[in-house]
T-cell receptor
Framework: QKEVEQDPGPLSVPEGAIVSLNCTYSNSAFQYFMWYRQYSRKGPELLMYTYSSGNKEDGRFTAQVDKSSKYISLFIRDSQPSDSATYLCAMSVTGGSYIPTFGRGTSLIVHP | NAGVTQTPKFRVLKTGQSMTLLCAQDMNHEYMYWYRQDPGMGLRLIHYSVGEGTTAKGEVPDGYNVSRLKKQNFLLGLESAAPSQTSVYFC???????????FGEGSRLTVL
């Protein structure tokens, strides 16, 4: 079992839908949780990050961490075709870990 | 505002040839990384560096060498290319120990 599990999809939704992307993990020492977005033929870009548990909102995006269930989510409201990309979760431990552990990514397609 | 720049963006090699990928960052980041990304495999860490003059092995280091003679540059070398090294290579840098990374646009390498 990988340390971070992420369904590769693809996840296909109509424009305007609420999208839920998820990752599960096994290492309870993870404290930093990140979401990266990767457009086709581009490098990943950091979308959001949260520390420990709770929610964080940025415009149409909400990141949620449930440490008790070892489960993180990214919600996208009012999804747009421009949101079509691969979304990678990543997480790291505190105390000087320079290396995040990435999920394999979920491909999202938002069709008009 | 360049961020992380990779050169070359595309390269075709014959088996046994050597080459070097160059990564340059202008954010004064301490940490730099080389990843490869293959379909269905996600991002896999090849080598990384936690400061000028330092390097360390990642998950898949065999067949690659790296050097970090200057803080802003991180070089990835292939001494004798093999078809299994056909991939997209991403360089990343980070300024904190939380795993937040900034990626380059990628270098597509094909080994025939």
């Amino acid at each position: 079992q990988k340390e971070v599990e992420q369904d590769p999809g693809p996840l296909s939704v109509p424009e305007g839908a609420i999208v839920s992307l998820n990752c599960t993990y096994s290492n309870s020492a993870f404290q930093y949780f990140m979401w990266y977005r990767q457009y086709s033929r581009k490098g990943p870009e950091l979308l959001m990050y949260t520390y420990s548990s709770g929610n964080k909102e940025d415009g149409r995006f909400t990141a949620q961490v449930d440490k008790s269930s070892k489960y993180i989510s990214l919600f996208i409201r009012d999804s747009q075709p421009s949101d079509s990309a691969t979304y990678l979760c990543a997480m790291s431990v505190t105390g000087g870990s320079y290396i995040p552990t990435f999920g394999r990514g979920t491909s999202l397609i938002v069709h008009p | 505002n360049a961020g992380v720049t990779q050169t070359p963006k595309f390269r075709v090699l014959k088996t046994g040839q050597s080459m070097t990928l160059l990564c340059a960052q202008d954010m004064n980041h301490e940490y730099m990384y080389w990843y490869r990304q293959d379909p269905g495999m996600g991002l896999r860490l090849i080598h990384y560096s936690v400061g000028e003059g330092t390097t360390a092995k990642g998950e898949v280091p065999d067949g690659y060498n790296v050097s970090r003679l200057k803080k802003q540059n991180f070089l990835l070398g292939l001494e004798s290319a093999a078809p299994s090294q056909t991939s997209v290579y991403f360089c990343a840098s980070g300024g904190t120990n939380t795993g937040e990374l900034f990626f380059g646009e990628g270098s597509r390498l094909t080994v025939l």
